[in-house]
């Protein structure tokens, strides 16, 4: 079965940085592409980050551009997600998931990302 195991989360102070990895089996990791999301408290689940399943290019929320890096390893099925310069408003669960995936409409446990001085 398709399995999304998220880490990497934790507490940071603001200007702080995590790396954030997406460990995914069950499907062929390299055929799509990878996206990480977020929800915080009280709001909707919201796209962060997007790249191909070469990994030749990525797209950003506005709101994570220039501070945000996602990157994949297709040799060790695995997703990154770079965060630096972290503000308290990057406060929820970051969760990854691929596109296109059409029998699989779950998702990972999620890692809690809290940022907070």
């Known amino acids: 079965q398709v399995r999304l195991v998220e880490s990497g989360g934790g507490l940071v102070q603001p200007g702080g940085s995590l790396r954030l990895s997406c460990a995914a089996s069950?499907?062929?990791?390299?055929?799509?592409?990878m996206r990480w999301y977020r929800q915080a408290p009280g709001k909707e689940r919201e796209l962060v980050a997007h790249i191909t399943n070469t990994g030749g290019a990525t797209n950003y929320a506005d709101s994570v551009k220039g501070r945000f890096t996602i990157s994949r390893d297709n040799a060790k099925n695995t997703v990154y997600l770079q965060m630096n310069n972290l503000k308290p408003e990057d406060t929820a669960v970051y969760y990854c998931?691929?596109?296109?995936?059409?029998?699989?409409?779950?998702w990972g446990q999620g890692t809690q990302v809290t940022v907070s001085s």
């Open positions: 069950g499907f062929t990791f390299s055929s799509y592409p």
């Open positions: 998931k691929p596109i296109g995936l059409y029998r699989y409409n779950g």
